[in-house]
């Protein structure tokens, strides 16, 4: 009796242990992790922003870097918090979607989704 009763405890930890992702086909939370999202700015120029493995990320726009710290809840809303105050936070609502050339990412935010891709690694240019 005591065995079942460790059984099923066991069993309803396993089914219960964690939120599921909202979107489908998203791989884990650390999927950002030590990777780049590419992405058109709002003037269509070139944004990359890497992920560190620590909860740090670096933004390059057009000829500058800004940093912050990142995080990303188990609805796929990623949180980005500017070092520099002269930035506000933002959050986008990601979804995954499969590319002819590997992950492709929407950045929902309210204003305007973005269409972003996935690199592995940092791409960020560094002259």
């Given at each position: 009796m005591r065995e079942a009763s460790v059984l099923f405890v066991v069993a309803v930890l396993l089914v219960f242990s964690g939120p599921a992702h909202a979107e489908t086909g998203l791989p884990a939370p650390t999927f950002l992790t030590?990777?780049?999202l590419i992405y058109p700015g709002v003037d269509?120029?070139?944004n990359l922003i890497h992920f560190g493995r620590f909860g740090n990320f670096d933004w390059y726009f057009p000829c500058k870097f800004e940093s912050g710290t990142w995080s990303l809840d188990p609805d796929n809303n990623?949180?980005?918090?500017?070092?520099?105050?002269?930035?506000?936070?933002q959050t986008f609502r990601l979804a995954p979607r499969e590319g002819s050339d590997g992950l492709r990412v929407e950045m929902i935010a309210p204003e305007r989704t973005f269409a972003a891709v996935m690199e592995e690694g940092n791409?960020?240019?560094y002259t």
């Amino acid at each position: 009796m005591r065995e079942a009763s460790v059984l099923f405890v066991v069993a309803v930890l396993l089914v219960f242990s964690g939120p599921a992702h909202a979107e489908t086909g998203l791989p884990a939370p650390t999927f950002l992790t030590e990777n780049t999202l590419i992405y058109p700015g709002v003037d269509g120029e070139k944004n990359l922003i890497h992920f560190g493995r620590f909860g740090n990320f670096d933004w390059y726009f057009p000829c500058k870097f800004e940093s912050g710290t990142w995080s990303l809840d188990p609805d796929n809303n990623l949180s980005l918090a500017y070092d520099n105050t002269d930035f506000a936070a933002q959050t986008f609502r990601l979804a995954p979607r499969e590319g002819s050339d590997g992950l492709r990412v929407e950045m929902i935010a309210p204003e305007r989704t973005f269409a972003a891709v996935m690199e592995e690694g940092n791409t960020l240019p560094y002259t």
